[in-house]
């Protein structure tokens, strides 16, 4: 973005670049949430297929979900967020279980 001074004392005028800033996406964690009927094995499942976990990966997170209640599966900006949260609660739809998905922003 280019403003034009005019000097008060000449009839001389300054073009000066101002620096434009682009502030970064937010982003956002996507998280699991407990329950008592969804399946372990389920949840493994899903930390592989959806968010490309390795099994040990997914099974530590799958265990932190299943103690404190929660567990981040990744951070991403929030369209990919959304679409992978999207991913989630279709797959336990369709396998009619109850596991939530939530979003946070970072």
Known sequence: ???????????ETADVMLEERVMPPPFYQVVLLNDDFTPMDFVIEILSEVFGKNLDVA?????KIHTEGRGVCGIFAYDIANTKMDEVLKR?????????CVLEKM
């Open 92 to 100: 336990a739809q369709a396998a009619e279980y109850p596991l939530q």
């Open 1 to 11: 973005m280019a403003i034009q001074f005019i000097n008060q004392t000449s009839t």
């Open 59 to 63: 099974t530590q997170i799958m265990l």
